[in-house]
Every structure is written in structure tokens, then in C-alpha cells.
């Protein structure tokens, strides 16, 4: 009996493969989607934290020249005997690439990782250059041999400390030490060995990754967004297909299957195809991940068991989480249906109906759930508080919406209707009011999908203009120059004096603020300040406040620490200063307060400033670095070319940013497809009702471009909808979630021609989802239409 | 740069080509120098580095008591690794010379490790000939007319100890030709097994006054082991009866002893394999490997029939190439103390 169930319940998948297609394609893109995003976000983490790893993000204290130059070897040496562990690490810029050059035999130990390659390899004869390909692509192929290695930081290069020094010219010379953990017992004091050296302290984790997890947490958000309107589609199918088994379950329910088998069947039919959809939808995902990020593209090697050591681990986890996400999201999107069918009365399955034709009455349940929802989201917004709540938020924000798409697009076009005058226009508006509950689980997915492409535009677009707001304020030069010695400063200063716009000395000094540990700035009364600084918050008259020495700006950080705002009274090491300006500093942990130079200076005549910024024309830049390196002697990786660190630390970002536009074409096809399905569901049961109009004088092509503009339509007013609905979630994101999170706020800046963009996109996946099942309506036979009257019913 | 980033790209390097422990003890020679049957050792000159052999070795090993009686055990080594032919050249970090220090105080109920590793050509570490002077760091043993002084320190002990009398040189083999396998693997080795010790151990509680014995033993080769052998067992035990015992014993395929009988007089006998006999008569769990830490050892011919303990078991010297070291007591036919190390036991 349960054999033959079975197969009478299968035999419905098998003379509707299109059907089975949807079920599997839908579920297997939603997994796709998460389990894409989810990679993407590791492996970008993963290169985050390499950066920030390598890039000075250091748990270790340092030992540097106190006058900030380099150090010599024969000082290393000298500590090497004192007791001192210490590490020597060189680093420069070779080709814009960062190279470090290390000693591996003394350098800090820590986890291995196999591979393979030998020491003499590395630091004897030829000597290697290790980084990821992209790096190694810019650094000369003459030199020491080329080590791929994908695990490194993006832009830096590894080499032996003696092989390094030879490359960036700095023989005999050490740009700081490594002080390893585990002293011994007894040191001869640094002092003692070498003066001009100073212990810096362990540098808390980097600006970067503060900075890059609040991406990457919206980035989840956005995964678990794609996951529901994957799951909207699943919703459909599923429905769909239990409705029109509803004939079938009778017969079965006649011939005596018990209800618990046939749920059960039906349970265990939903488990397989869950788990076949769950699995291609991890390997889309990876491949997904793969196309958008090269890198990536190990991962995948590792998805098929060809990678090493700790990435075997995590593996199995992803499939996991991705199976679960698939069987997961079946079972709630078919749930419904099986409760329907658990509770349906013995033998009055048969009757066909439209698919999910709700009534009023459902309708007006689902209207009261979705003002529920938003009621609560409106709730959570104003009184809510934890990350929680945020991502309640969240939640209750996208179902109500969803929810109440259907009865806001019905209110819609029964208006449309009434200003219609034209008989056909007249009927256009009602058929397409008639059609929109068979419908409006595929606009509900293309507005969500819409919805999250908007929302989450909206924070990465912010997210970058804030990122590099923020470069352009803290890199207003053109030049840096970073003197050995007050000294060097001086003729630093003297020499480019009449070569240059302007020379703006930067003062800095550790403190003491609102009683904790703070960075204290001195800044000289310049254009380039006053024109390129955005604040916060800032009293009108700021900058003049600022340098009449009767204020004192403070960062975001300090701001939000200290609980001050503009008109609070900041101590800056015994003047009490009221707080005229608050500045973004993202990513700085250490709260920093900016005064004026001259009240800099009395307060610290000990630190005069040797880093000095260049204002000139950029193209000019090239010429005085050369000038500085040949008149002055000044070695060149103590010059910064601004144009060169803009660009690097955006090329770290840009590779993440690239990733989202993909995704939302992504979404969008996803939701095109989902609407594919519908229509042509609907199709089908749909010729009773246009049979009518034809056989009153309207031709099937002309039926066939209503079809087409009806589409067009109802996803033109699904997508001024979503707009509002995703701008809500990147507030949501970025104002609640983001500041639950982390504690600062990312600010939200709005980008009409991307929504124009995407909208245009969502029209786009419309037209082409309804062009089909237009094109099949356009060419039905006539006699089709003519049999919906020898068989009405 | 900090731990993890190096990591990445450290540990890379070497330790899968290097199961025999530093510089590969098993590995091919090419262009390196061999230790030739019948040369003839100069000193001081020979005390110095041989940079054209692979790999060499500074040993020193003290039995010490403090002013209780309590018994304590100290060891220093430099070990310098050769990475490519070439000898002293070229200099500068491009040196292919690699120094690894270690270090250990070892009470009956602790042990205290350290380990230093250098590159050559950079002045970190080094050894010169005469005066005597060999150091990593601050770790130094070197010459102060007729003493030495010896240093060393790691995160949880320092020593400063001062070896007087400079006692024979015993070679080792033939007159310092000292064969490690049946294939003919060899070394240079000779030993100082008479050195009279004072000093401090410096520990967490305070300063110990302590006075001993110490043996010096330097060795050099470029491939002292064959390829099958995975680890030795080396005794140094120093008897009441003034006697001395110098003893190795190399696993492999098959296992290979040798042996040194060193008289009061200072007088070396060689012994063969077939002369003596040593058996693990209890084994210690420690970092997780299985230790003979008692043995048998006997030498019929010397009427030796002596049971060799560790102080502490525990004595584990868990740098980069791990193995046991520490003091021992003997009891049985002779009385008397040592030191034992052994390689390569899983």
C-alpha cells in the first residue's frame, strides 16, 4: 500500500517536471544565496584578519627608534646579547607592494600550517618572496624567486631580512623589533644598551577589522534576506503542488491510506528533495562565491576535499548549515500545507480549486497580522535594545511588509479601476486584481528581493562613501614625509618650503582624556583642514573656536565614551576646554582630542613634530620624492605618497564591494524566475477566464502584450513599494544593528540612481519572466479556447 | 608582523624535512667536509667551529649538589647547523651557519628548559677557538684564563657557573674518529670529563649556591647517522671509583653501540659494541611519549653491573626538536651520577 502510494504520489512529479524543476531550482538558489554570502564572508574576513594581522595589528610590544627612524642591526645585535628576545622585522614599499623582511629563525612562533619549502630555500642564495599571486605580480621577476602563498595579506610580500634589506636599501638597518613573549630571568636594561631606542606597547586590534565586521554582519543580514525570498518561492511550489494533489490524496485517503502514512509520505518526499536541492544549493553557493572572489576559488578546491589543515574542519560545518538551511526552509515553507492537509475532511480534497485562492476573509487575517508586525517593528524601533531586538526588528519590518503587499496592490488596482473608463482597461484592472492571490507570493518575493538589493545597497554604498570620506579627511595631502629627527624635520621643512603649497607639521602625544587613554592632536590653522573636514556635529564657527585656543574637537569614539557633545567641557591635561566639533574616526579605538598648535606645544614643547604634510599638485609628487630622496638623503619609505595609500587601503574594500552588485542580480533573477513559475502556473488555469474576452473580439497577440504589460506593472508598483521598504532596512541596519553592534553609527547616505538602477533591473526580470507564458497565450490554439465553453461547467 | 602573520609563513619552513632533529643528522653530505679515519685532532684549534661539516656540537652537562646535599643537574649546548656548503662564506644574514642554543636546571621535582636559535654571520652567536669562547645571545661559555664561566637564562631560571681544571682530553673512537653505524657513518668527538663546578642556579625562589662536576664533550660531523637510524640513548656517568663511562647506543635497523672507559688517570679505552650491553628497565610517560628513564647497563670486562635512574623522570626538553636530557644517579657494582639523553623515542 505505501509502495503503491508512493508511487501514485511521485507520479505527479514525473508528468510535471517543470514543477519539480521550480521546487528544486528555488530551493537550491535560496541555499546558494546563503551559503555564497556565508563563503564570502569568511574568506573576506579571513583576508581582513590577515591584513590586519601583518599590517600592524600587533599583540606584540615593539622596540623602535625613538626619533622614529630605523634602527641599526648592530643595536639588534647588542640586545640579541643582552638578553633581549627580539625580533627584527625591515619593511618598505618595492613597486607599491609592502614587503617585510623577517628573520624566521627568531621571529615569534605560532600555529603551523603545512607546506612546503625549505629555510636555506627561503633565506640562502636567491632567496624567495612570498605573498598572495596578485601581489607578486608587481614585484620584479629578476629578483629572488616568487612564492605564491594565499593565505597572505593582499598587497604585502614576506623575504628574509637580508634579502629584504638588499631590496628596499636599507643594509644594516631595522625598522623595529618583535619583542617575543617568554624574557628571561635576567636583561641588561634597554636604556643601557641602546639609548635612542624606546618599548612601544602592544597595539590593540586594527581600525580594519572594527571596521569590516560591521559590513560583514550586514552582509549576513543580506544572506539570511536572499534565504526568505528563496524561500517564497519554495512556499509557491509547494503550495501549488499540494493543491492539485488534492484529487489524489482523496483516491489514496478512499483506498484506505491512513492520514499519519500519507503526511508521512508526503514529509519524507519533501526530506529528499530538500536535501538534493540543499546539496546543489551549497555547491551553486561555493561556485557563486567562487565567480565573485577569486579567492574563493581555493575554497572550492577545498570543497572537494583537495585543501590542507583547518579548512577541513570548518567544511562540514558549512554543508551542514547549508543542508540545514534547505531542509529547514522546506519544512516552514510547506508546513502550512501539511497542516492544511492534516486537517482536511475525508473526501473534500477533490474539488479543484484555483491555487491558493484566499478569500476575503484570509485576506483580512493576513491584513491584521501584517499591521501586528509592523505595530511591533514600530515597537522594537523605538523601545528595543540589543542586537536582538535589532534583528527583530528586522524580521517583523520584511514579514509585515510582505504580508501586507497583497492588500495595499489590491487597494491599488481596484483604484485603477475605478478611474478606468474603457471597457477593456476596465477589464484589465479586474483580471488583474483576479490574478493577484495567485500572484502575490511571487511579488511578495520580488519585493523582498528588491527590498534587501536596496537596503543593502544603501549600506555598502555608505559604507564606502564613509570609508572614503574618511581617507580623504585623514590623507588631505598630497605628501608625508615621517623625519628620522626634529632635526631632519627642520631641513626637511627649510627644502621643500619653496617647493610646495603648503608644509603642515602633525603633532601627536599619548594622554590622559576623561580618564582613560586618548591620543592628544595639534593642528595648524590651514585651508587644506577647514575645506576637506566633515564633522558630526560642529558648532558653526568650529575651525576659529578651534584656533583661538577656546576649544577642542573630539572623535566620535571619546565623544560617545565620555558622554560629550558640543558645549561639554573636555579637560585636555588641565585646561578646560569646551568641545566644539565631534569627528568620525572610524575604527579608532583610542578616543583622540584635536587642539589648536600653539596650545599643542606649550602643553608638549618635548614632541616636536617630525611628520610633516605636503600640500602640492599631485603630479608634482613624483618629482619631489625623487628630489628628497637625492638632495636630502631621505630614504623612501619614509615618504608617503597619498594617492598610492588611498588607493591601497580602497583596493582592500573595493574586491568586498564588487561582490553585492553581483548579488543583487543575483536576487533579482531569483525573484524573475519565482514570478516565471507563477505565470505559468496561472496560465494554465487561467484560460476559462480569458476564453470570454477572446470570443468578445480582443485577438490573442493583443492578449498576449496585455500579459506582458500586466507583469510590467504590477512589478512597477511592487518596486515603488520595496524602495521605501529597503531604505527602512538600511536604517535598520545601519542606525540599529549596526550600533547594538558596535556602538557607532555608520551614516546613511541615500543613492537615487542606483534605486533607478535597480528598479529598472526588477522591470527587466519582470518582462522577461511574463515574456513566456505571454508568447505561449499569444499562440494558444483557438480551438483550446473554444473548448473552455464545450466544457463549462 | 606579529605571531600569527609569521606563522603562516615560518613554520612553512622546516620542520617536515627535519624528522632527525636540527640540520637533518640523517640527510645527505654533498660538498660537505667528512671525518676521515686517522686525522689527527689539533687543540686548541679543534675546540673551534669546523664550518665545513654539517653539523656540530658544544655540550656541556654539570651534576651539582647545593649547600643542603640536594642534588640539581645543569646543561648548556650550541649546536651550529651548516644549511648549504660553503663554510664561513658568504657572510651577513646570507650565512648558511644556524646556531640553536639549549639550555636546562633540572631539580628532582622540576625542570626548567630554554632554547635560543640564531642565525650566523651576524655576530648573534658563535664560537671561537682561543680564548675558548662560544655564545648565543647572553648565553656564554667561554674562557677566563684558567676557568671558564658559563651563562644562560630563560623565562624561569638563569645560572652563572665557573669550571675550573682543565683535566685530559679524552678522544673518543679512534683518537677521535668515533664510528656511528655499521655503514660507517663517523664523527670527530672527544669529551673533558673532569671539570670542577661552582656557581649560582638562579631560580624563582631565590639564588642557589651550588658546587660539582662537569663533562664537556664536542662533536662534529656531517652525517652522523645512517638514514634508518630514528634516535640515540648517550650515557656520561661518572663513578666513585674515579672510573668513567662514555656509552651511546644509535636505533636503527639494527642497534649500534659504542663505548669510552675512561681510568682515573685519564686514560680512554675504546669498547665495542659486543662489550657492552644496556637494557630500559622502567619507561616514563612524558609530553606524551613512552622514555626509558631506568636503565641496566653493564661492562663485564670492567666488572661493571650498574642500574642507571633519572633524577626526574620529567626532564623533557621540549624546544623545536625535542628529546630527554637530564642527570642520573648509579647504583649497583660502582656508585656514581651522570647525565643521559636520548632522541627519538615516540
Known amino acids: 500500500m505505501i509502495g503503491a502510494a508512493l508511487g501514485a504520489l511521485m507520479s505527479f512529479w514525473r508528468a510535471r517536471p517543470l514543477q519539480l524543476f521550480t521546487l528544486l531550482a528555488g530551493l537550491a538558489l535560496a541555499t546558494a544565496l546563503w551559503s555564497g554570502v556565508q563563503a564570502i564572508n569568511a574568506e573576506a574576513r579571513a583576508s581582513y584578519a590577515a591584513a590586519s594581522a601583518t599590517l600592524g595589528g600587533d599583540s606584540l610590544e615593539r622596540i623602535v627608534d625613538r626619533a622614529g627612524g630605523t634602527l641599526a642591526q648592530a643595536d639588534y645585535i647588542a640586545l640579541r646579547r643582552g638578553g633581549w628576545l627580539v625580533s627584527p622585522v625591515v619593511e618598505g614599499r618595492l613597486n607599491g607592494v609592502r614587503l617585510a623582511g623577517i628573520d624566521p629563525l627568531t621571529a615569534p612562533q605560532g600555529p603551523t600550517e603545512a607546506g612546503a619549502g625549505d629555510l636555506w630555500g627561503f633565506i640562502g642564495g636567491r632567496g624567495q618572496i612570498i605573498g598572495r599571486a596578485d601581489t607578486l605580480r608587481n614585484l620584479p621577476q629578476e629578483g629572488p624567486e616568487l612564492v605564491e602563498q594565499h593565505s597572505m595579506a593582499p598587497g604585502l610580500a614576506i623575504a628574509d631580512i637580508g634579502q629584504a634589506q638588499r631590496l628596499l636599501g636599507l643594509e644594516g638597518r631595522i625598522s623595529y623589533l618583535v619583542v617575543l613573549p617568554g624574557q628571561p630571568l635576567r636583561q641588561v636594561p634597554l636604556a643601557e644598551i641602546a639609548p635612542g631606542l624606546e618599548l612601544t606597547a602592544a597595539r590593540p586590534a586594527t581600525d580594519l577589522a572594527r571596521l569590516t565586521d560591521s559590513f560583514h554582519l550586514n552582509l549576513t543580514a543580506f544572506g539570511l534576506l536572499a534565504f526568505a525570498v528563496g524561500i517564497f518561492i519554495v512556499h509557491g511550489a509547494v503550495g501549488l503542488a499540494f493543491e492539485q494533489r488534492r484529487a489524489l490524496v482523496r483516491t489514496l485517503r478512499a483506498l484506505g491510506l491512513p492520514l499519519g502514512a500519507l503526511i508521512g509520505l508526503l514529509a519524507g518526499e519533501l526530506l529528499v528533495l530538500s536535501l538534493l536541492a540543499g546539496g546543489m544549493g551549497v555547491a551553486l553557493g561555493y561556485l557563486i562565491a567562487a565567480a565573485l572572489l577569486p579567492d574563493v576559488a581555493a575554497t572550492l578546491r577545498g570543497l572537494y576535499g583537495a585543501d590542507l589543515t583547518g579548512q577541513l574542519q570548518i567544511r562540514p560545518v558549512w554543508w551542514l548549515s547549508g543542508l540545514g538551511m534547505a531542509v529547514g526552509g522546506a519544512a516552514l515553507a510547506s508546513a502550512g500545507a501539511l497542516w492544511r492537509l492534516a486537517r482536511l475532511p475525508f473526501l473534500a480534497g477533490g474539488q479543484r480549486r484555483a491555487w491558493a485562492l484566499a478569500g476575503q476573509r484570509a485576506l483580512r487575517r493576513q491584513f491584521a497580522l501584517a499591521i501586528g508586525l509592523l505595530g511591533l517593528a514600530a515597537i522594537l524601533a523605538l523601545r528595543g535594545s540589543g542586537l536582538l531586538a535589532g534583528f527583530g526588528l528586522l524580521a517583523a519590518l520584511m514579514l509585515g511588509a510582505a504580508l501586507l503587499l497583497p492588500v495595499v496592490l489590491g487597494w491599488l488596482l481596484r483604484g485603477c479601476e475605478r478611474l478606468a473608463s474603457a471597457p477593456v482597461a476596465q477589464w484589465f484592472w479586474a483580471d488583474s486584481r483576479q490574478q493577484l492571490p495567485g500572484l502575490s507570493l511571487a511579488l511578495m518575493a520580488l519585493m523582498l528581493a528588491m527590498a534587501a538589493n536596496t537596503g543593502v545597497s544603501t549600506m555598502v554604498s555608505s559604507f564606502r562613501l564613509t570609508f572614503a570620506g574618511f581617507l580623504d579627511q585623514r590623507l588631505m595631502a598630497e605628501l608625508y614625509v615621517d623625519a628620522a629627527t626634529p632635526a631632519e624635520a627642520d631641513r626637511v621643512r627649510d627644502y621643500v618650503t619653496p617647493r610646495v603649497d603648503a608644509v603642515l607639521p602633525l603633532m601627536a602625544a599619548q594622554t590622559m582624556l576623561a580618564g582613560g587613554p586618548g591620543e592628544l592632536r595639534g593642528m595648524v590653522d590651514h585651508a587644506s583642514f577647514r575645506d576637506n573636514w566633515q564633522f558630526l556635529a560642529a558648532l558653526p564657527d568650529a575651525w576659529d573656536r578651534l584656533h583661538s585656543g577656546r576649544g577642542v574637537m573630539v572623535s566620535e569614539q571619546l565623544a560617545r565614551r565620555a558622554d560629550l557633545w558640543l558645549g561639554d567641557v573636555l579637560g585636555v591635561e588641565g585646561t578646560a576646554l569646551p568641545v566644539v566639533a565631534v569627528v568620525g574616526d572610524y575604527g579608532n579605538p583610542v578616543g583622540q582630542a584635536i587642539v589648536t598648535a600653539s596650545l599643542f606645544a606649550s602643553l608638549h614643547p618635548e614632541a616636536p613634530p617630525h611628520r610633516l604634510a605636503l600640500r602640492l599638485p599631485p603630479g608634482e609628487v613624483p618629482g619631489l620624492v625623487d628630489a628628497l630622496v637625492r638632495d636630502l638623503g631621505i630614504s623612501r619609505d619614509r615618504l608617503t605618497d597619498q594617492a598610492a595609500l588611498k588607493a591601497y587601503s580602497m583596493g582592500v574594500f573595493e574586491r568586498t564591494f564588487a561582490v553585492t552588485g553581483a548579488l543583487n542580480l543575483l536576487t533579482l533573477a531569483v525573484a524573475g524566475f519565482a514570478m516565471l513559475m507563477s505565470l505559468l502556473t496561472l496560465a494554465a488555469l487561467r484560460l476559462p477566464q480569458l476564453a470570454p474576452v477572446w470570443a468578445l473580439g480582443l485577438t490573442r497577440a493583443r492578449l498576449g502584450r496585455l500579459e506582458l504589460l500586466r507583469a510590467v506593472l504590477l512589478a512597477g508598483l511592487v518596486t515603488l513599494l520595496a524602495v521605501p521598504l529597503g531604505l527602512a532596512l538600511a536604517w535598520v541596519l545601519l542606525a540599529v544593528v549596526n550600533v547594538e553592534a558596535f556602538g557607532w553609527r555608520l551614516p546613511m547616505h541615500l543613492f537615487p540612481a542606483d534605486y533607478a538602477w535597480l528598479a529598472g533591473l526588477a522591470l527587466v526580470a519582470a518582462a522577461l519572466a511574463a515574456w513566456w507564458p505571454a508568447r505561449r497565450l499569444a499562440r494558444t490554439r483557438p480551438a483550446d479556447l473554444l473548448r473552455v465553453f464545450a466544457n463549462e461547467r | ?346
Open chain 2, 1 to 346: 608582523m606579529n605571531a600569527r602573520g609569521l606563522a603562516l609563513i615560518l613554520w612553512l619552513l622546516p620542520m617536515a624535512a627535519w624528522p632527525q632533529g636540527f640540520a637533518g643528522l640523517g640527510s645527505q653530505t654533498e660538498g660537505f667536509a667528512r671525518p676521515v679515519r686517522g686525522h689527527r685532532l689539533e687543540f686548541p684549534a679543534d675546540h673551534g667551529p669546523h664550518p665545513d661539516f654539517r653539523i656540530e656540537w658544544w655540550y656541556l652537562t654539570a651534576n651539582l649538589r647545593g649547600p643542603d646535599g640536594a642534588p640539581f643537574g645543569a646543561q648548556w649546548t650550541l649546536f651550529r647547523s651548516a644549511l648549504a656548503p660553503g663554510g664561513q662564506d658568504p657572510q651577513g644574514w646570507d650565512s648558511p651557519q644556524q646556531w640553536m642554543g639549549n639550555a636546562a636546571v633540572t631539580g628532582t621535582d622540576w625542570h626548567h628548559f630554554s632554547e635560543r636559535l640564531a642565525r650566523g654571520g651576524v655576530g648573534q652567536a658563535g664560537v671561537v677557538a682561543e680564548p675558548f669562547r662560544a655564545f648565543v645571545d647572553d648565553w656564554v661559555f667561554e674562557q677566563n684564563g684558567q676557568t671558564f664561566d658559563l651563562r644562560a637564562s630563560g623565562s624561569d631560571f638563569a645560572y652563572d657557573l665557573h669550571l675550573a681544571g682543565t683535566g685530559p682530553v679524552v678522544l673518543h673512537g679512534e683518537a677521535g674518529y668515533s664510528v656511528k653505524s655499521g655503514a660507517g657513518q663517523a664523527s670527530y668527538y672527544y669529551s673533558m670529563p673532569g671539570l670542577e663546578v661552582s656557581g649560582t642556579l638562579w631560580l624563582r625562589d631565590g639564588p642557589v649556591a651550588v658546587t660539582g662536576t662537569a663533562w664537556f664533550d664536542h662533536e662534529w660531523s656531517s652525517q652522523p647517522l645512517a638514514a634508518d637510524q630514528t634516535g640515540w640513548d648517550w650515557f656520561s656517568l661518572s663513578f666513585d671509583s674515579g672510573d668513567r663511562l662514555m656509552a651511546f647506543w644509535l636505533r636503527g635497523a639494527e642497534r649500534f653501540g659504542s663505548a669510552t672507559w675512561i681510568g682515573p688517570d685519564g686514560q680512554a679505552t675504546p669498547l665495542t659494541d659486543a662489550e657492552i650491553a644496556a637494557r630500559p628497565l622502567a619507561w616514563h610517560q612524558v609530553a606524551g611519549r613512552d622514555v626509558p628513564t631506568r636503565w641496566q647497563v653493564d661492562v663485564p670486562s670492567r666488572g661493571l653491573d650498574v642500574t642507571v635512574q633519572a633524577l626526574n623522570p620529567d626532564a623533557w626538553m621540549g624546544g623545536r626538536f625535542p628529546y630527554w636530557e637530564g642527570p642520573v644517579t648509579v647504583t649497583g657494582s660502582r656508585n656514581g651520577q651522570g647525565y643521559l639523553e636520548m632522541t627519538g623515542h615516540e
